[in-house]
């Protein structure tokens, strides 16, 4: 009788390992969906506020244009494309690295390399990359690169 209790008690204690087991498996998984979906939405926060210094500010746009097209720029000009587009650049490389650390998804990944791409094919955005891409990381950078060349 003593043996069978103890096997009992054994058993429900196995089980209730197994259960814990599998209820703190549900919850990483939770946790992980919850952090993707918590810096998505961060990203995405900072991408609207970004872009949005250039929709509300006709005067930075046109100086934008014109860097990006090579245009002639005025030291203070070369100077605001010069924040602007190490400002974007950051963005892309904290966006390249969740990416390659698996916390987006190829298929929202994709669409902002071709962000990447249409910008590739400015003589200003070039130029820029040429003269700032040692500051960036070397996966990030061999990636632009990568675009750029192609």
């Known amino acids: 009788m003593n043996i069978d209790k103890r096997f009992l008690i054994e058993t429900i204690g196995l089980?209730?390992?197994?259960?814990?087991?599998?209820?703190?498996?549900?919850?990483?998984?939770?946790?992980?969906?919850?952090?993707?979906?918590?810096?998505?939405?961060?990203?995405?926060?900072?991408?609207i506020a970004f872009y949005s210094i250039l929709g509300a500010n006709p005067e930075t746009s046109e100086i934008m244009i014109k860097a990006l097209t090579g245009g002639e720029l005025s030291p203070a000009e070369?100077?605001?494309?010069?924040?602007?587009?190490?400002?974007?650049?950051?963005?892309?490389?904290?966006?390249?690295?969740?990416?390659?650390?698996?916390?987006?998804d190829e298929d929202e990944f994709a669409p902002r390399m071709e962000v990447w791409k249409g910008l590739s094919v400015f003589p200003g955005f070039r130029d820029m990359w040429n003269s700032q891409s040692n500051s960036y990381s070397p996966s990030f950078r061999a990636q632009l690169n990568a675009i750029l060349n192609d």
């Open 15 to 47: 089980i209730a390992v197994v259960l814990s087991l599998i209820f703190i498996a549900i919850e990483v998984q939770q946790n992980s969906l919850l952090m993707r979906s918590q810096i998505r939405d961060s990203v995405t926060d900072k991408q």
């Open 78 to 104: 070369s100077s605001q494309f010069l924040h602007w587009s190490s400002a974007s650049l950051r963005m892309w490389e904290n966006e390249w690295f969740q990416y390659q650390n698996g916390l987006f």
